[in-house]
């Protein structure tokens, strides 16, 4: 399910109240007022979040309303997180955690954490229904809390963004970032020098990171509890799909993914009727289907998750009767 804390969500109420819009009156405009008699353990939907953001463009006259939610991010709107963050020894660390722990923030995106030769990159895929403004403030919210507990002077080397955005609107975004900033990206991402990697964080406290790493895998453990019921299967074939090649697709790998056990992904796939097995499978003869006649048959094998082309041959034989061979002669069949 992608959705919000209500701390995340309240964040922008708060917001807007320092611009003297009303929550109540917020909350009415979106459809949303049952969201004031809300449980501690519920969240708040994707599309609610996003009607939220949109409104707050409209009502303010500001198509960076996102950015300057950005700006605006405090720890405790990450709840537990937050303070997760702010106790961690160094950005390295810090980044650990985000990516480890982000979906209790907000489940409506897919976060990976690179370091090449020459620099490193936090980069974040949004789900479908994300909006331009979701992801300015997700973006700008990373730098926001880094320079708070850093320095001011953390500069990146280049942000790129999916949204597009005027020749002014970059201008304005480039001076706040002080680096670059690209739009019409595939996916968001900042890079930044491996320098900023070790840089020590001003409210280290090992002690408290301790029972705040605890704290939020309990977390992360209740809301998988409540919320992979019902949606593990399409949660399995969306990490699947995500994957570059299926060589390390294992249901033991994929449990650790999700913060379950093997034993507990297995047996909630079995409640929804499938096993982790066929799901694999299925994604196999997909990319198969896509990718046969553009690659060499071994390396197809290995994109596959394959160790050996025999076992291409015979998932093949079972697919579709024939070899890949065969196969790439029917008609309408491109050939290697």
């Known amino acids: 399910m992608k959705n919000t804390s209500q701390a995340y969500f309240n964040s922008v109420l708060s917001f807007l109240k320092q611009r003297e819009i009303e929550p109540a009156v917020a909350l009415d405009a979106i459809g949303f007022p049952e969201f004031s008699h809300y449980n501690a353990q519920q969240r708040v939907s994707l599309a609610h979040y996003s ?56 489940n409506i995106g897919q ?57 002014q609107q970059l201008t304005y975004l480039s001076q706040w970032f002080a680096c670059p900033v690209q739009c019409n990206n595939v996916i968001n991402q900042i890079d930044f020098p491996l320098k900023f990697l070790t840089l020590k964080f001003r409210t280290d406290n090992s002690s408290l990171h301790q029972t705040m790493v605890a704290l939020s895998q309990q977390q992360l453990t209740t809301l998988n509890d409540n919320q992979v019921d019902g949606n593990i299967k399409h949660q399995v074939c969306a990490l699947l799909n995500n994957q570059h090649d299926l060589q390390q697709c294992t249901l033991v790998n994929f449990a650790s993914l999700l913060n379950i056990s093997p034993r507990t992904l297995q047996r909630k796939l079995k409640n929804e009727h499938c096993q982790f097995g066929q799901l694999l499978d299925q994604e196999r003869q997909q990319r198969a289907q896509t990718l046969i006649g553009t690659l060499s048959l071994s390396d197809l094998a290995l994109q596959l998750g394959f160790n050996e082309q025999s076992s291409l041959n015979r998932a093949f034989k079972r697919w579709h009767g024939c070899s890949p061979k065969v196969y790439l002669q029917r008609p309408n069949t491109s050939t290697i």
């Not at 537990?80 to 810090?94: F, K, M, P, Q």
């Not at 909006?131 to 730098?143: C, S």
């Open 51 to 106: 009607a939220m953001l949109d409104y707050g463009v409209i009502q303010l006259n500001d198509p960076l309303f996102g950015f300057h939610l950005g700006c605006d991010i405090h720890n405790v709107d990450y709840g537990v997180l937050g303070y997760l963050i702010e106790s961690s020894e160094n950005l390295a660390g810090a980044i650990n955690n985000l990516i480890k722990f982000d979906r209790l923030v907000a």
């Open 111 to 167: 976060s990976k954490f690179d370091i090449s030769e020459h620099h490193a990159s936090i980069s974040w895929l949004p789900y479908e229904q994300c909006t331009d403004q979701i992801i300015l403030r997700n973006m700008t919210a990373w730098l926001t809390t880094a320079r708070r507990l850093l320095s001011d002077e953390l500069n990146p080397i280049q942000v790129s963004l999916q949204g597009h955005y005027t020749k």
